[in-house]
Each structure stands twice: as C-alpha cells, then as structure tokens.
C-alpha cells in the first residue's frame, strides 16, 4: 500500500549508542524527495549532534516554504506550512517536540488531497537535522512533481503528482559463476 512505511534511516552515535533521530518515508513518496534525502545522506547529512528543538531549528528546516509562500497557521500543539494549492505540507508537532527521549514524529511531510488522507509522507524525529528537513522542504516546495502545464489563457495550472515513481523493469543476465 502506498501510505504504509517503506523506508526508514536512523542516525546513531555508535553501533551500539541509542538511536539519535529517525526519518521514514512511505512507499508513495516521489522520486524527487527520495533523491533529495539520498543526495543529503551521500554528503555530510549523518548529524549525530543532539541539538535541541527550538525557534531556530524550525525557522531553519521550514524556510524554504515561506521563501515559497506557503500558508503558515498555529493551531494549538501544531505549525503548519500548507502549499497555496493546498494539496501538500509539512507540519511540526510542538508537543511532541518537547519529548526528544521518545523519538516519536515531530515533521510530518506530506502531500495528497488532506493532511488526513496523504498520499505520501515522510515523518521525523525532533533530532533529525534541521539542514536535512529545509532541503526536503525545498523540495516539496520546488521539485516535487510540480508539473506546470501551459493553458489556452495566458496563466499556468500546476498540479502537484503524487503518484509513486515508475519502478524500471530488471532484465535477467547470464549466471555468474566464482571460482574458489
């Protein structure tokens, strides 16, 4: 199923540490986010610094969607940043951010027709690096299958796609053989 976990990345310290922040993604999840997240792994994205969570690390992780415009709302325990076409976002649980020991989903990044009924999320634990969450964020913002289709009026329509990406088809080769 599309909205079940299909990728998890845990940070530790050490082989045998606790584990410092979680990131999952379900199965849906677009090509480009995925590619994202790899590309900021490849690099120096493994941040094992236990940094706490406050104004910084939030303002830091959703500034590219207020670059973007998105629609920023408190509602009790929660901030969130929606797209203007509504159909995808991100939200912080303050709440649960308070509770770092617990590596629950502080972020959740998703997209779909509600926040309730997302085609695709990501969530995160409240140690998960701030740098990593802005570049998703700038890729939700950006690059994820944003599709701008050209109208017979002078406006564009963007969609956002929210399918999963396209699995090429694996061909079988010849047996390999190893010798001893």
Do not use: C
């Not at 310290?13 to 199965?27: G, K, N, Q, Y």
């Not at 994205?45 to 910084?56: F, L, Q, S």
């Not at 969130?80 to 709440?95: E, H, M, N």
């Amino acid at each position: 199923m599309a909205r079940e976990t299909a990728w998890t990345i845990a940070a530790y310290e050490t082989p045998v540490s606790d584990r410092i922040w979680v990131l999952t993604a379900t199965s849906a999840t677009p090509a480009p986010v995925l590619q994202e997240l790899l590309n900021h792994l490849a690099g120096d994205g493994w941040d094992t610094a236990i940094t706490p969570v406050d104004e910084k690390t939030v303002t830091t992780a959703a500034q590219p969607l207020t670059d973007a415009g998105w629609k920023h709302t408190v509602d009790g325990r929660w901030i969130r940043w929606t797209s203007p076409a509504a159909d995808a976002g991100v939200r912080f649980d303050a709440f649960t951010a308070q509770h770092p020991t617990q590596n629950l989903a502080t972020w959740t990044i998703w997209a779909g027709p509600t926040p309730d009924r997302p085609t695709w999320t990501v969530t995160a634990s409240p140690h998960t690096p701030s740098s990593l969450l802005s570049d998703l964020s700038e890729t939700l913002a950006h690059d994820t299958g944003l599709r701008h289709t050209p109208t017979a009026g002078t406006g564009r329509r963007t969609s956002l796609v929210t399918s999963p990406p396209a699995i090429p088809a694996v061909t079988a080769g010849p047996a390999a053989s190893r010798s001893h």
